[in-house]
């Protein structure tokens, strides 16, 4: 399978001696030159000293995601030397991650085995560039043929380190793995198709998912939906043929003592419903259950992880179709716990399959400290983000900051936006305690967040993370990021629950 990836190692050899296909060096642009980064020492001197020459007659700038390969000549064991741009001479883990993963992505087809020498990487750095490694030496072939004209990922990858027998060296390299593998599961359940993924299915993967992870499992079906009354769940899925689940993944280690609720959209498909959205809007619908993927990645690679944390995930999961038993607007659903919402329109259902999840994630017990919602939400905030940032939004002013500072310090673009007051008011309904949506369309994202707020318990922080935008790459693969599904929010939830085991959340 794609989560297993290519075998990922350290070894304290000198790149000149790797016993590699290709070995990797890092550049930079420099007072309108070209510079060698730390770590490419021993190959320039292989070369003769005219490393830099070279790739500046080949035409290399230094710029991030620029790989330049060009054969070695004897002078190293590796045939080939692949020199990849970092964009500066003081570069950010996030460009050294970046760099990585473009590297291992541009030699599929050409190397069977890479070794990085883009610095004398410490412990830290070491699980940058594996993580990088690992997800960009992702591919999902399920549904092609095996014609022998894709390129081969890279299998195996080796960082170049001093540091090989350090501990930390260890962890580090471990923990890479955990993240890599959290991430390309759910780029790999974001990619299938959708009749192929729909709720039932879903909710068994997630039950796999969880249960290779040690976590406790529950699933519901339409009838104990229906028994328990979730509304929004049921009123968004009972147009497909394809019933709808509520899937709760729970890890309790016996040391924990802070909470975290991680809940999930899990719209299989979305083709808007009653409110039909034009065909070429509907191509990546497929993506519309990312949220979903994300949080029950991120859960199992807490546990793998063993971080002394609770957290419990909830995805609801339905296919939004249209037919004669849809949901049409102007019905109005009871959500879980009683509040009631005139749907207005019923492409905004995201949100309603979110209400019951986030009503009773407020339920459990013990209380959540913070409950954090994913979901590719509005196009709204593609609008005003556009398509590689995620918006964040909350209740706590803090819990906004610190979600920003982790998806920076893992390397997920966010932007914290508001949830001005008034919002609220704009979901009034003349039936209902609320709306699903204004009929105003101006900044869509921030009242889609203030609908979710109406359903947060009072005295839990909450933050809703929108990943409309950087969910599903429609454009070419950059860096380790690969076109289709990204993954994106599953090293964000990961960081906030090792926050919250060091005490900072």
Not at 28 to 37: I, N, Q, R, V, W
Not at 300 to 319: F, H, Q, R, S, Y
Not at 361 to 380: F, S, Y
């Amino acid at each position: 399978m794609s989560v297993s990836g290519p075998n990922i190692s350290v070894a304290t050899v000198a790149a000149r001696s790797a016993k590699v296909d290709a070995v990797v060096i890092g550049v930079a642009p420099s007072d309108g030159g070209l510079a060698l980064a730390p770590g490419s020492d021993d190959v320039d001197a292989a070369l003769g000293g005219t490393l830099t020459q070279t790739l500046t007659r080949l035409g290399a700038k230094g710029k991030a995601d620029e790989v330049t390969v060009l054969p070695s000549g004897g002078a190293l064991v590796a045939p080939l030397v692949a020199a990849v741009g970092l964009g500066s001479e003081d570069p950010s883990p996030e460009a050294l991650r970046r760099a990585a993963g473009a590297a291992v992505r541009a030699l599929a087809g050409r190397a069977d085995t890479v070794a990085l020498a883009l610095t004398d990487a410490d412990p830290t750095t070491v699980g940058v560039l594996a993580e990088g490694a690992l997800l960009g030496a992702y591919s999902y072939d399920r549904y092609r043929s095996d014609n022998g004209e894709r390129p081969r990922p890279v299998s195996a990858v080796t960082v170049l380190t001093s540091h090989r027998r350090d501990k930390e060296t260890k962890a580090a390299l471990e923990r890479a793995q955990t993240i890599a593998r959290a991430v390309n599961l759910a780029r790999d359940w974001v990619n299938t198709s959708p009749s192929d993924l729909y709720p039932a299915v879903f909710a068994e993967e997630a039950r796999a998912a969880g249960k290779r992870a040690g976590l406790s499992v529950e699933i519901l079906d339409e009838k104990a939906l229906e028994a328990g009354g979730y509304g929004g769940i049921l009123g968004v899925g009972k147009g497909s043929q394809r019933p709808p689940r509520l899937v709760r993944l729970s890890y309790r280690p016996s040391r924990a003592t802070k909470h975290l609720a991680f809940v999930g959209k899990g719209i299989t498909f979305d083709t808007g419903g009653i409110s039909l959205k034009p065909s070429d809007a509907m191509i990546t619908m497929k993506s519309d259950m990312s949220g979903a993927a994300a949080v029950i990645a991120a859960a199992a690679a807490v546990a793998d992880l063993g971080l002394p944390v609770a957290v419990t995930a909830w995805a609801p999961m339905a296919e939004n179709m249209p037919s004669g038993s849809a949901q049409r607007p102007s019905d109005v659903l009871r959500i879980y716990g009683g509040k009631t919402v005139e749907v207005l329109n019923t492409d905004a259902e995201g949100r309603l399959v979110l209400a019951d999840a986030i009503v009773r994630a407020g339920e459990d017990k013990p209380k959540p400290d913070v409950i954090v919602d994913v979901a590719t939400l509005t196009g709204a905030c593609v609008v005003a983000l556009g398509p590689r940032v995620f918006g964040i939004m909350a209740n706590d002013d803090d819990l906004r900051a610190k979600v920003h500072q982790i998806a920076e310090r893992v390397g997920e673009d966010g932007w914290p936006l508001p949830i001005p007051e008034g919002t609220r008011e704009r979901l009034q309904s003349k039936v209902a305690d609320l709306a699903n949506v204004s009929t105003q369309r101006q900044g869509g994202a921030l009242v889609a967040a203030s609908f979710l707020e109406a359903f947060v318990a009072d005295g839990i922080r909450w933050a809703h993370l929108d990943i409309a935008g950087p969910a599903f790459n429609e454009s070419g693969p950059w860096g380790y990021t690969p076109a289709g599904g990204t993954g994106c929010g599953v090293r964000t939830l990961v960081g906030l629950a090792e926050a919250a085991a060091a005490g900072e959340l």
